[in-house]
């Protein structure tokens, strides 16, 4: 078996570095590319209390800079909406060999949607990765 792409969840505001490293190591293996998809649904911005700071996605950049993953390429696909839609989405309409999501020792109720969606409803191989 051999894989041309590895797709991962990339989850804004989390460590993604453990989860781009076994990724990586992976696609190294089989010379393959890795994709990070990273969704959420819009936002609705609200001015005074409980404001969204404006610099959210350079602070989780920062975050996960701290402890970068050793991957030489990687390509990240920005999408709106629920996480599961859109891995799914991305993957029946483009080449994908693995989906690689991660599970972080606990599985609030939308992670453990968002996995459970790509279990079932995946239209390439799925392994979960603990990290």
Same mark, same amino acid.
């Given at each position: 078996m051999t894989y041309a792409t590895v797709i991962v969840h990339v989850e804004l505001g989390? /460590?993604?570095?453990? /989860?781009l490293q076994i990724a990586g190591d992976i696609a190294e293996r089989f010379h393959?590319?890795?994709i990070g998809i990273a969704a959420c649904r819009p936002?609705?911005?609200v001015f005074g209390e409980g404001y969204v700071s404006r610099n959210l996605i350079e602070q989780?950049?920062?975050?996960?800079?701290?402890?970068p993953a050793k991957i030489e390429k990687i390509r990240l696909v920005l999408a709106q909406g629920e996480a599961s839609a859109a891995i799914l989405e991305f993957t029946r309409?483009?080449?994908?060999? /693995?989906?690689a999501p991660a599970w972080r020792d606990s599985l609030e109720p939308e992670r453990a949607l968002t996995i459970r969606r790509v279990i079932r409803h995946g239209s390439c191989p799925v392994i979960v990765f603990r990290v």
């Open positions: 989390h /460590l993604n570095a453990g /989860l393959a590319g890795v936002m609705q911005i989780d950049r920062e975050e996960n800079e701290k402890e309409h483009n080449a994908s060999d /693995l989906i």
